[in-house]
């Protein structure tokens, strides 16, 4: 039972994804495996392969920008003229497909759903799924802002023609796409074969669901993408690089347990911490000291040596900014090699330069009701036009059920869940869109803590 | 004291709407409009059907199939002798009183006909607005005018009162047009969307309700333009009294009028009108009279006097079970008729 069917609202589907990406072959297949259910499909662009469905309307896509020049208060009039006179039949849809253009922004399709009082109390934006051509996606991705934005606004994404690229290939653009868009479910298809119960009824809020396909998908970005634990004696050890993309390289060392993944698992979240702190940039010829400092390594003179001083044998473990292959950065104890014994490579938070990026947080506690309005009110209205799409479950003091939100820009939408009962309350929310602030906004967030 | 109090309160109490007749129709009441001499009401249901029912008693004249995929409007010939309705199937019929026959059906130019507006006068013209077309056509189907597109789907249509000269509006902004010329007399440009469009009865205003939850009115001597605004949701309700001094406007759950007189609406306070639960669907102001009537999604029927913000109240009052979707005075002003979202028609006496 999800909310659209306890509220009476008629929830609505919106398929977007470039032309040729399979959505039509989608939207037929949506219809021929729902006898029974009347779909009313409102279409903006008419394909190569036609719809078989009554129920189709076709429209002209018309945006109304409103005066005040706010893009978040963009909406699509076309569809709140078709849908308005849709819901006032009596015999009413049980469900609405609406495809778009190839080129259509999404952001005002989404909009129009929270912006429009009529279309708000009547229908319910179930999901925005967008339909990908695993084979050529990669031809816009990089220069199509209306690409990027299809992919930042999904709930579900389907990497539709996998048979025409390689498994290689495939985790590539899954992981390119993940970077962007950390909370859409991603469903790899050929021919746009999904389950239907992938597609319809998803529930833009089920957000439990989300985690449950992906559990990492709160996984943090890192400030460093390399760690190595190297098992150092008394003696005297110097760091090598050699010239590399980049003048300066953060580092830290610390002191680890012993030499097992374990032990380095255990130091990541304080070394995250060194590296929110200030730097202290060494020229080479320094002396690096293991502890909970963060080192700048300056990386533009013409021999990179650093010595580093071990006063206690035991485990340590070197957190670089960038992957030490970069560099050829190599660790030398008495003149000999010293590899790592255990090592790791971190997601870090720079990885395509992707503008559009996801930002989740997760954090155990309950929250100001206050405080939390004051931060997002002030949150949307700066940030509101970076922010494409956000989502959350929060737990709000004094309140026995889960609040559960979900917005689009500026526009927010949020009400009481199922009862927490013996689950441990906990808020998880994640922000989707461009040149997000990472560490502004958990900060932020965590500031409403009660 | 407490003599007076009762007294006051139940000279305050409004009363009942006297319910003459009530009939149901296939669905939803999308349109519904009174012949011009008042002896029948039209109404138009959101599945297609046109019925025409006597104005006095539950008797139905004519039952017409209207359009395919759904009606959108309807409007009288001014003589009262055809019904114009325009639909989903990108048609305008014109039915026939006397034979109860669609005598033409005219091509609107797109999908869908939302509006259509007869002008007065001799010779009447019909306007009809079909996406970005706008068509006229002469009292026997001829069709006399195809205006170039407009640069967006039309939102609404109206004559100016006694003088053949329409105005359309778009999101964009309001337009002119002269049936003798091809070209707009005039263009009022505002980036914004307006839903509905209402001449001053003098011709001096023209108003518009819009999407982004305001009200323009538009002075038609110098072309300027204020926009109202502090309406919770997008209005789509507007009605002026006889004598152009208010306009009464809904866009959320009270009724908000504006007093045009003196210096005003610009810097003045509205007066508001709150009783309504939902969101109104119509207001509509008696056409020589003073009353004000409003319908709501939460279907009750409010008649108001107005007297000011302190002392306007309702007098009358009517509860449907579902809706309200429209409201029309009879030409005569002493009924109303209320269609609702389950296709019940009803007529109210006034007095």
Redesign the interface.
Same mark, same amino acid.
């Given at each position: 039972m999800n909310t659209t069917m306890l509220n009476n609202q008629v929830p609505v589907t919106v398929l977007t994804g470039f032309l040729g990406s399979g959505k039509t072959t989608l939207l037929n297949r949506i219809l021929t495996e729902n006898h029974g259910k009347r779909i009313a499909v409102i279409e903006n662009e008419f394909g190569e392969i036609g719809v078989d469905n009554d129920l189709v %309307?076709?429209a002209?896509e018309?945006i109304?920008?409103? &005066? &005040?020049g706010c893009i978040c208060?963009t909406?699509r009039?076309?569809l %709140?003229?078709i849908l308005g &006179?849709l819901m006032?039949?009596?015999?009413k849809f049980d469900y609405i497909m609406v495809e778009t253009t190839g080129l259509a922004d999404p952001g005002p399709v989404a909009q129009t759903f929270f912006m429009?009082?009529?279309m708000q109390e009547k229908l319910q934006l179930d999901s925005v799924t967008t339909v990908v051509d695993a084979k050529h996606i990669w031809q816009h991705i990089d220069d199509s802002d209306e690409a990027r934005e299809q992919i930042a606004f999904a709930d579900v994404i389907l990497l539709n023609k996998i048979d025409l690229v390689t498994e290689t290939e495939l985790e590539q653009l899954e992981a390119r796409i993940r970077g962007m868009n950390g909370a859409a479910k991603i469903y790899r298809t050929k021919n746009a074969v999904v389950e239907m119960d992938k597609i319809l009824n998803v529930g833009g809020f089920d957000l439990d669901r989300a985690m449950e396909v992906d559990p990492q998908f709160m996984e943090p970005e890192y400030p460093f993408e390399w760690a190595g634990v190297y098992n150092l004696s008394e003696s005297a050890h110097e760091l090598v690089l050699q010239e590399g993309p980049d003048p300066t390289m953060k580092v830290a060392l610390a002191p680890v347990n012993e030499s097992t993944d374990e032990a380095l698992e255990a130091a990541v979240e304080p070394v995250v911490m060194v590296f929110s702190d200030n730097e202290h940039e060494l020229s080479a010829g320094g002396t690096l000291q293991p502890g909970g400092q963060l080192i700048a390594l300056n990386l533009t003179a013409d021999e990179l040596r650093f010595d580093v001083q071990i006063d206690r044998p035991g485990a340590y473990a070197l957190f670089t900014e960038h992957h030490p292959d970069e560099f050829q950065a190599q660790l030398f104890g008495s003149g000999a090699l010293v590899k790592p014994v255990v090592e790791r490579e971190f997601k870090p938070d720079h990885e395509h330069d992707d503008e559009v990026t996801s930002v989740g947080i997760t954090t155990p506690g309950d929250l100001d009701p206050d405080r939390l309005n004051d931060w997002i009110s002030d949150l949307l209205r700066t940030k509101g036009i970076d922010i494409f799409r956000m989502k959350g479950i929060l737990s709000i003091k004094g309140e026995p059920n889960r609040f559960v939100f979900q917005g689009v820009h500026m526009l927010f939408d949020g009400r009481p869940d199922r009862p927490w009962d013996g689950e441990p309350r906990c808020n998880s929310l994640i922000f989707i869109g461009r040149n997000l602030d990472r560490a502004e906004l958990t900060e932020g967030f965590e500031a409403c803590l009660a | 004291m407490s003599r007076l109090n009762n007294m006051s309160s139940r000279i305050l109490q409004p009363s009942q709407l006297r319910e003459n007749w009530t009939a149901t129709i296939s669905d939803h009441v999308i349109d519904l409009a009174w012949s011009p001499d008042g002896k029948y009401i039209a109404a138009a249901s959101v599945l297609g059907p046109v019925t025409i029912f006597e104005g006095h008693r539950r008797a139905v004249i004519h039952a017409f199939e209207g359009h395919e995929f759904g009606t959108m409007s309807i409007a009288w010939r001014p003589d009262g002798k055809v019904l114009a309705s325009a639909g989903q199937d990108g048609k305008i019929r014109l039915w026939d009183m006397a034979s109860g026959e669609a005598t033409h059906s005219l091509d609107g130019g797109a999908a869908w006909v939302e509006h259509i507006s007869w002008s007065g006068g001799e010779k009447p013209i019909l306007a009809s607005a079909a996406g970005r077309k706008l068509k006229l056509w002469n009292v026997v189907g001829e069709l006399v005018r195809e205006y170039p597109d407009h640069q967006s789907t039309i939102s609404g249509l109206q004559w100016k009162p006694r003088v053949k000269q329409l105005a359309s509006i778009t999101y964009g902004g309001v337009m002119l047009w002269d049936p003798q010329q091809s070209e707009a007399l005039n263009r009022m440009e505002w980036q914004g969307s307006s839903l509905v469009i209402a001449w001053s009865p003098d011709g001096k205003h023209i108003a518009t309700g819009d999407q982004d939850s305001t009200v323009h009115f538009w002075i038609m001597s110098t072309g300027e333009d204020l926009q109202m605004t502090g309406y919770p949701t997008k209005v789509r309700e507007v009605s002026w009294d006889a004598t152009s001094r208010y306009l009464a406007t809904g866009g959320g759950q009270d009724v908000t009028v504006w007093d045009c007189s003196g210096r005003g609406p610009a810097g003045t306070k509205p007066i508001t009108l709150s009783g309504h639960q939902d969101f109104l669907s119509v207001v509509r102001f008696q056409h020589r009279g003073k009353l004000l009537a409003s319908g709501c999604a939460d279907g009750l029927v409010y008649v108001w006097q107005l007297r000011g913000n302190l002392r306007s109240r309702t007098v009358h009052e009517a509860a449907l079970t579902t809706g309200v979707t429209n409201l029309v005075w009879s030409p005569n002003d002493q009924y109303i008729a209320v269609g609702d979202e389950s296709g019940g028609v009803s007529v109210f006496s006034i007095s």
């Open positions: %309307i076709g002209e018309e109304f920008e409103m &005066n &005040n208060c909406v009039g076309d %709140i003229r &006179n006032k039949r009596r015999d429009d009082t009529e | -």
